[in-house]
């Protein structure tokens, strides 16, 4: 076995849309600019739904979609970077809900390339033999982590889940993963303890994260630098694809379908520049959702699926890039 089969997809997506125009009511900025810079119009907020209850949602409807029951699933891999608990894992509370009561509960978190991180950890739980069946929830609550007055940044980020069941193949899958670790200051949000970071003098202490971070302003939402983002977006975007591809033996004249992390269009369309693969098969719905972190993958997969646009054979790219800063890029042939 070398790949994974999609067995199944489910998605879960709140029912109150936020427009463009709602942000005009109290930030300045308009529909426009928002729409320009980044292709986003409009986005989902949960109001009824901690990301846990997103999450089990969004798995319920994909074991309907692949016809598999709870038990029959092995493990239960969450992405999220916007959990409700430290602990329990989402994955436990998810594995509650739906009753996969067979199932081990892994959380995993590399922010916005989560999808593609959890999909390549399944494939290799699966290849192993270790497991058959496993379910992937990739769950975000993001509006309740920003910062309306800041207006760099409040109006990118959507709520939702995306999942999918993934069982063995004997199809291609490869995989390109990293990370940048010195690029903490690009894109995070702090757990919100109420205490500070220890004093000075404490064992490990590290001053020039507190320097950073410990300060009243930046304790509690998302901080990004949009523009630094954005540079290592382009070129972690187009590099790993050409990586995978290579990998993989293929060239991106090949690839049917392909769906980029959602963060912006124009981050989106630089990358496509150097990958060379005409829009047609560029898979978008940020216009909509705005960008839901690691979920944006999965919904897309959703969508495709329900429209039978994932058909057996089509080659599938998943190229994506987050917080951490991390990137990665998947090949896998369906
Ligand atoms: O999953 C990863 C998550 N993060 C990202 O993907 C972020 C990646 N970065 C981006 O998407 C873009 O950098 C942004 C959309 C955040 C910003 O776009 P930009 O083209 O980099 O804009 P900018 O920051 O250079 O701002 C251009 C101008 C500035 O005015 P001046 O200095 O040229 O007079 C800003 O003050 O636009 C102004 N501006 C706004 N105007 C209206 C910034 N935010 C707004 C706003 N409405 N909301």
Redesign the pocket.
Same mark, same amino acid.
């Given at each position: 076995m070398k790949g994974v089969k999609i067995l199944g997809t489910g998605s879960h997506l709140p029912s109150a849309v936020v427009t463009n125009d709602d942000f005009v009511k109290f =930030?300045? &900025? *308009?529909d426009e600019? +928002?729409y320009t810079? &980044?292709g986003i119009k409009e986005r989902f907020y949960s109001t009824d739904k901690m990301n846990y209850q997103m999450a089990a949602a969004a798995a319920k409807n994909a074991l309907e979609n692949a016809c598999v029951g709870a038990e029959e699933i092995d493990m239960i891999i969450v992405s999220t970077c916007s959990t409700d608990f430290f602990y329990p894992n989402t994955a436990c509370l998810v594995q509650n809900i739906i009753g996969a009561k067979n199932a081990a509960c892994i959380d995993i978190n590399t922010a916005?390339t989560g999808f593609i991180s959890a999909l390549d950890m399944a494939r290799r739980y699966i290849c192993t033999g270790d497991c058959d069946k496993i379910l992937i929830v990739a769950s975000e609550f993001l509006s309740r982590m920003q910062d309306f007055t800041d207006? &760099? *940044?409040c $109006? =990118?980020f959507g709520d939702g889940a995306g999942a999918v069941i993934v069982g063995g193949s004997d199809k291609p899958f490869y995989s390109v993963i990293g990370a940048k670790g010195d690029m903490l200051d690009a =894109?995070y949000c702090r757990i919100q303890y109420s205490g500070k970071f220890p004093k000075e003098g404490f064992d490990g202490y590290d001053r020039d994260i507190k320097e950073k971070l410990d300060t009243e302003a930046k304790n509690i939402y998302l901080q990004?630098d949009?523009?630094a983002?954005?540079r290592f #977006?382009v070129d972690a975007m187009a590099d790993s694809f050409a990586r995978v591809c290579k990998k993989a033996g293929v060239e991106s004249k090949d690839i049917d379908i392909l769906i980029p992390?959602q #963060?912006?269009i124009r +981050?989106i369309n630089a990358a496509l520049k150097s990958m060379d693969i005409p829009d047609e098969k560029v898979y978008v719905n940020l216009d909509k959702h705005g960008?839901t *972190?690691s979920a944006c993958i999965p919904t897309i997969l959703d969508e495709l699926n329900r429209n039978g646009r994932l058909r057996e054979g089509s080659k599938l790219a998943l190229v994506g $890039?987050?917080?951490g800063l991390t990137y990665g890029s998947i090949y896998m042939e369906l």
């Open positions: =930030l300045d &900025t *308009s600019w +928002i810079r &980044t916005c207006r &760099t *940044s $109006f =990118l =894109l990004m949009g523009k983002v954005y #977006a992390h #963060a912006n +981050i960008n *972190s $890039f987050g917080a």
